[in-house]
């Protein structure tokens, strides 16, 4: 997964890869975590910049027990 060079990536995969929405993806984009470029109406993203090199995933940093989702009121976020 950790590739040298530069290949883009459409957004939907990106996505994918990092385990979350493309509406997540286009606001790390705004927030200049992650690079890529729009060609048309489709954004695509710059792999390299994703670095899913050792990076923790989001079922990692979850706690046991936790859905995630709150609203059960555990107190956990």
């Known amino acids: 997964m950790c590739e040298a060079g ?6 939907a995969e990106a996505a994918h890869l990092l385990e979350t929405t493309e509406m ?3 606001m790390m ?3 200049k975590e ?3 470029k729009q060609v048309d109406e ?3 993203i710059d792999r390299s ?7 923790p995933k989001a079922a990692d940093i979850v706690k046991p ?3 995630g989702g709150c609203g ?3 107190g956990g976020h």
């Open 49 to 55: 910049s994703l670095k899913l090199c050792d990076k």
């Open 42 to 44: 489709a954004w695509y």
């Open 34 to 36: 992650l690079e890529g």
């Open 65 to 67: 027990g936790c859905g």
């Open 29 to 31: 984009l705004k927030k």
């Open 24 to 26: 997540r993806v286009l």
């Open 72 to 74: 059960s009121g555990c």
């Open 6 to 11: 530069t290949s883009f990536l459409p957004i």
